[in-house]
């Protein structure tokens, strides 16, 4: 399998109106979801970055942000966002393009999540830096992610109920450009059925 290929060897991206996969890329909030999704999109020749974020900022009035201990409506903003983007992430595909799906998708939601995506190949990668290499991370970012949570509570949270689907990988020490170069190496890790 070379790096941009899917399992059966078809490489990624590949053709318009040619079914092409989808990669989940997860982790917690500062783990550099956002920057290696794009690298990675714009290292293969047709891809889309599909920002699960972007569905939650259309949300104009009644927003309400997930949150330790959000109420209902919270959770099910949380999962139409979620529903929202594996949607965009297949149509996409089904154009032939590659769609990087970046998005915070902890615990069970994850396993939800692959659910929904009905394209495969799939893959998933889980960036999982150490909570020190986060908190740097998060401290030189325009934008603040933590709030009621702090890196240390989500970071332990996150490993001890998040399903081992695909790729976890440790990029502390990881680059942005090393760090899309492993997940491509290791591709074949990150298929989930």
Same mark, same amino acid.
């Given at each position: ?29 500062a /783990?550099?979801?956002s920057?290696?999704?794009q ?7 047709r ?14 009035s009644g927003?309400?942000?997930?949150a330790?201990g ?7 903003q949380?999962?139409?966002?979620y ?9 996409y /595909? ?52 933590y ?18 689907l695909?790729l ?7 680059t ?16 989930? /059925?």
């Amino acid at each position: 399998m070379s790096a941009a290929t899917s399992p059966e060897g078809r490489p990624l991206g590949h053709a318009p109106g040619h079914p092409a996969g989808v990669v989940v890329i997860t982790g917690i909030m500062a /783990a550099g979801k956002s920057t290696v999704a794009q690298a990675l999109a714009e290292r293969l020749p047709r891809a889309a970055h599909v920002r699960g974020d972007v569905f939650r900022r259309m949300i104009v009035s009644g927003r309400e942000d997930y949150a330790p201990g959000g109420g209902a409506e919270a959770e099910a903003q949380l999962r139409l966002r979620y529903r929202l983007s594996a949607s965009t992430a297949d149509a996409y /595909a089904a154009a032939g393009f590659t769609a990087i799906v970046q998005d915070v998708i902890l615990g069970e939601e994850l396993k939800r999540y692959v659910d929904l995506v009905r394209t495969r190949p799939l893959f998933v990668v889980v960036l999982a830096p150490r909570p020190a290499a986060v908190a740097e991370r998060e401290a030189g970012r325009g934008k603040t992610g933590y709030g009621a949570w702090t890196v240390e509570a989500l970071d332990e949270g996150f490993r001890a109920t998040t399903p081992r689907l695909g790729l976890w990988l440790d990029s502390s020490e990881l680059t942005v450009d090393r760090t899309v170069d492993a997940v491509l190496a290791r591709l074949g890790e990150a298929a989930v /059925a």
